[in-house]
């Protein structure tokens, strides 16, 4: 238990569904990410949530789209996406953000796969 | 550009001692980072190192040479559980987080 809650865990969408996945994290944490994990690839960050404003986006499509309500909530809506975005989508936290994010405390992913 | 490496697959065998090795180019250096992450769960921290020289926590010890560009992880008496992949991340002289692709660990009876 890292302290970091995600959901769902797994699923399967098609191209042209529109979906969400959700974090939660119980840290008290001021920072928050997504990071697209892909087989023998390195982490990807994606966004970067500090204190409820993003302070990251890495160039990444619009058909991923952030949504921080809060400090504790961190949502990644998803639609009309490509086959090539199968992954797993991790999030996670940190104390802060603002000279780098320390240790991280991860969820366990959502394994997105899109036919 | 940024790059840092570390090896796609390691073999030992229980019982036995393993090290990971992670080579680092980016822009500056403000610390690294070891990940230990099991199959279909979530990455979690192993160690963090800022200063030159060994750190110690039970059986993992964790190595930098900051000259070198060069960490390295040491595993002993190694347990079956211990099999997972094990991340190597460094933080470049913006606070950006780089990551390697991991090193997965087989261990074998």
């Known amino acids: 238990e890292t302290g970091v809650t995600q959901t769902p865990r797994h699923l399967v969408m098609g191209m042209t569904n529109k979906k969400s996945l959700k974090c939660e994290q119980h840290?008290?944490?001021?920072?928050m990410y997504w990071y697209k994990q892909s087989a023998k690839k390195p982490l990807e960050l994606m966004f970067v949530y500090s204190l409820e404003e993003r302070v990251e986006n890495n160039s990444v499509p619009s058909r991923f789209s952030p949504e921080c309500p809060n400090s504790s909530h961190l949502f990644l809506h998803l639609h009309t996406l490509q086959p090539e975005d199968s992954a797993l989508y991790l999030c996670?936290?940190?104390?802060?953000?603002?000279?780098?994010?320390?240790?991280?405390?991860f969820g366990e992913g959502s394994r997105l796969t899109v036919l | 550009g940024q790059n840092i490496d570390q090896p796609t697959e390691m073999t030992a065998t229980e019982g036995a001692i393993v090290q990971i090795n992670c080579t680092y180019q980016?822009?500056?250096?403000?610390?690294l980072f070891w990940y230990q992450q099991h199959a279909g769960e979530a990455p979690t921290f192993l160690s963090y190192n800022v200063l030159d020289g060994l750190e110690e926590k039970g059986r993992f010890s964790s190595f930098l040479s900051r000259s070198k560009g060069y960490s390295y992880l040491l595993l002993k008496e190694l347990q079956m559980k211990d099999s997972a992949s094990y991340l190597c991340a460094v933080t470049d002289s913006n606070y950006q987080l780089i990551w390697g692709a991991g090193t997965k660990l087989i261990i074998k009876p």
């Open positions: 996670a936290s940190s104390q802060d953000w603002d000279r780098g994010p320390g240790e991280l405390f």
């Open positions: 980016t822009s500056g250096f403000n610390g």
């Open positions: 840290l008290g944490h001021n920072a």
